[in-house]
């Protein structure tokens, strides 16, 4: 599939799903002022991945309009339980870059799947996308924004409510339709 076509995919999920049902109530604000940087990888394996997520993270230092980015990376990792491991290498690179403490990855995955819960579950789906990526988020943007909006602590609960009130399988034709 052609980056392209996997960023747009991309972009509508972010618009439709994160944006449109309100999962996320910081990322209308930065879609909206385009501070949301889409990256498509060819890479295929965990070697190459780690190279990028690198090369994003110096971008990420070096241009501070970029609020955060999401590289995606269909090629790589499609396994979720391969997906899953491999988090605790791409926390490693930020500790290794003394970036800990000053960007964040959060996980999206099309099979992923919370501790605790069977495959099939709606709750699932507040983490799942169109394709295996990496969300990076600059750590003192975030602490902001959770400062200045009431009730953070709230949302993962209101989340799972919400998916499970539309239902699994409303949300696999969702996912599936991007």
Known sequence: MEHNSILDATRRWVSETVVGLNLCPFARRELVK???RFVATDAGSEEVLLMALQDELVHLNEHPEVETTLLVHPGALRDFAEYNEFLAA???????????????????HPDYQFGGTGPDDAENYTNRSPYPMLHLLR???LERAIAGYPG????????????????????RRRLLSF
């Open 90 to 108: 791409a926390d490693g690179l930020l500790e290794y870059l003394e970036l800990d403490g000053i960007y964040q990855i959060a996980s999206f």
């Open 34 to 36: 385009e501070r949301i």
């Open 139 to 141: 750590e003192e943007s």
């Open 152 to 171: 953070t602590e709230l949302i993962p609960g209101q989340n799972i409510e919400l998916m499970n009130r539309l239902g699994a399988e409303e949300m």
